[in-house]
């Protein structure tokens, strides 16, 4: 047995003093520890319990401390003396002042901003009723490896479902075909949605004009609003008959039964004209809606009972069979579904889905935007905690003196914490302005979206006291406490020195020039990048490349015959797909693998046209019928099939065999957004060419353009000409990332702005503070050179210190950004770290000189006289 | 206060007080006593809660004893009775006498203490 046991456990005594009047507490305890003695006998867990009994049963009303009776914690009029020794004391330091107020404002502004994002980013689809029974139906394939899930349905599966479960309640297929719209003289190209007459009651899109149930109608249809507006202008359409132009020989006359409402600004389905389902045999007189073989755009499903959606899920073992039966290449691993309330956030990782994956990158955008408004706060409010801090100084007397006259300390921690809550309510409604008129359309603007921000909105000022309170707090608590712990004694004799070496400051001070490091380096490679995304190569050559689409293949040849004679076209070719525009995808087996491809169809001439590089083999013969049974593929698919030198191999496609002819550089059909894909090259048929592109001579792009548009207006009046340059393709991908640019330096500036204000007005209290030492210093003859020095001295290590673990860590968390953002970037450079090193450096030495700068002009008899 | 009413409790640790002091009138040992004497076993905290009360009522003063090595090295109070509590404590005894002596003697031989 330990010798120690025969002494009372520790706690008790802590726990007793905690507890009972000091005057008692001898007595009492010595009892209980006398008591504890006579147990020696008992086991050491019987002891104990019995012992902490005899203690609890001390809590009785004599032995326990009084609990203070209800004392007012602060008069009124106190509130009214803070208030004036508050406002004093900020106008007679501007500088302290503005610091704390601009970066505050401005933290907070950003604070709203993404507040504002998120809300509209979480908005998306939530005005839909039914948004959590209606769910998409989608299936998981594999794919070389990885499970895919993928948006399409087999074309039957929605009647089935309809028929086969009872707790589906309504089921819609959606079908979207590209058409021709005419209205009087006012003809455009368009897409049409056919779709079950059930979805207007699926999605609740609340229509302007006309009836929902019109849909079922097969010659009705709804338009949106915005095409409303396009073809009828403000006027009620309700009734007007337009025309939709399916081919060359197959149109239908639709009458307006509907108009929506404008849909709001955060959805990611909608649709422009709406039409029956069936309508789609008019379209496309082949359409078969019993073949298990092909797919329809969507199946969504609308259960009575979110929990049967789990049922219904383990019920599709049958499709699965009846599907693989029919299409072996496509053979699908399990159905799933999506609900329509998060669909949204998914949408970026299925393929082919009616949901638009715009919103799943906008929801990474929500979080980087919340992590930033988090950190510009967190350097706002250091800023205040470090000035507050050192500022101290210059109210020692006045605390002292309160707590003389019977202040204690609550109330002194009272009375800084309401200045503090006072100076960021000011800061907040500031922030509540700037990012009204300046943050908010600014990023609107650069991001040229509108995201509804309303000030009338009870979430958001609730959001606004939180963070009121939040900032408040968090940026006061530690210097009230801070002041409040000063001895008044200590105060009046002047013995009390502090602000000068606190180490939170240093602390604060270094965190916030690691944050800024990280900025800065962000903002840089953001530049960087746009730059180099902007000279990165297609992998194929547009510049000089102009397209058109036709609609048939009579309409190529007729276009072809006349543009031929241009002098200033060098080659023309035609094609079922374009880059940039269209593909298919097909599944091509070889060694018992299978492979995703990206197939286009293209004829003889489209290599020259567009630029694309063969590096090894042949491009098709003139004789496109010889090739008939060949590929060309790009570099990565050789590189996926492993073959050594493809030229000469076969692949399978859809059981037919195919050789490579010839190997093309891997080249971006789309923005750099997407990762380049394993492509191959068909020869197309003739019939189906839907794109005529061609290449013109360096600086006639803009003279054959317009010709071009010419000639299709004569030979085509009543189609809407659809084509441009190659090299505009994609050219708001470059605005994109230029913006990326664009928005990180501004963040940088400020964040640079904030850091500096803060060492700015570190340096000058820091300064301001030693006026006597320098004074001092320059009668015994130091010159500038050593007051720098010994200004400089103090901040150099903490420099140092925060540079080395700020630069390495901004440049692995940069690269992990960038990674995650970017498919195509810029590799992370060290250049990036440097310059923003340096920038953070020139910033230090900056302030430390304005400094200099005045104690070299201050008065050295006022700066030595005491008093 | 005219009259003091004296608990059943406090009346014995008064007793036992005036049997106790001057050395050993202290919280555990009129404990340990009240279990010898009147087998009645009450926690620590009772009897300090007692003798506070029979302080306040006048009835006991209290000193604090000197400094032992025993008890880790922390004083006992050390209670004597007032000439008040003496007072008290007679007139209790005198209510009850009182009272046995009018009880008949049938009527008590037929009460059983159990």
Redo the contacts between chains.
Sequence with gaps: MKPESNEPPKQVELFLSWLCKPD?L??????????YLELTEKPRWQRSILYW??V?????P??LKKISTYRPFNHPPMFRNYYKTSSRNLVRNPLSLFINIFGLSMAIGVCILAYGFSQWVNNVDEFHKNKHSVYLTTFFADRDGTLQQNGLTPRPLGEMLRADFTSIERVCRLEDRNVVVKYEDRVFHEQVRFSDPEFLDMFTFPLKWGTKHSLSDLNSIILSEEMAIKYFGTENPIGQDVRIIFGENRSKVFTVAGVAEPFPDAHAIDFDFLVHFDNLIEAEPSYNFNDWGKFVNATLIQVNNPENINTIERGMGRYKRLQNEAEQDWAIATFAFEPLATLYQHSGDIRNTISSPYYSNNYQAQIILSILALILLALACFNYINIAIVSAAKRLKEIGLRKVIGASRQMVITQFLTENVFVTLFALLLGLFLAVTVIIPWFEQINSFSMEFKLMDHVLWGFLVVVLLFTGVASGLYPALYIARFNVVNIFKGSVRFGRKNPITKVLLGFQLVLACLLIVCAIMFTQNSTYIANRSWGYHPEGALYTSVHDYSAFEQLKNVMIQNTNILSVSGSTHHLGRDHTTTVVRNANRQYEVDQLSVDTHYFETMGLEVTSGRVFNNHSESDRLTVIINKLFAKNLNLENPIGELIDIDNTKYEIIGVVDDFHPYSFYHAIQPTLFKIAPEQDYRFLSMKVQVGSENETYATLRNTWAQLFPEIPFQGGYQEDVWGNYFEEVATHGKFWRIIALVTILLAGLGLFGLVTLNVSGRVREFSVRKVLGANLKHISAVIIQQYILLFAIALIIGAPLSYFIVAFFFDSVYTYHIPMNILSVALSVLILIIVLLAVVFTQIGKISKSDLVSGLRVE | MSKQHLGELEELVLLLIIMLEPEDAYGLEIRRALKEHASRTITIGAVHGTVNRLEKKGLVKSHLGGATDERGGRRKRLFTITAHGKSVLRQSRDVKVNLWQQIPELALSNLRIT
């Design positions: 008692v001898e007595e009492i305890l010595g009892d209980l520890e006398e008591y009994f005899q609890m049963h001390f809590l009785r004599f032995a």
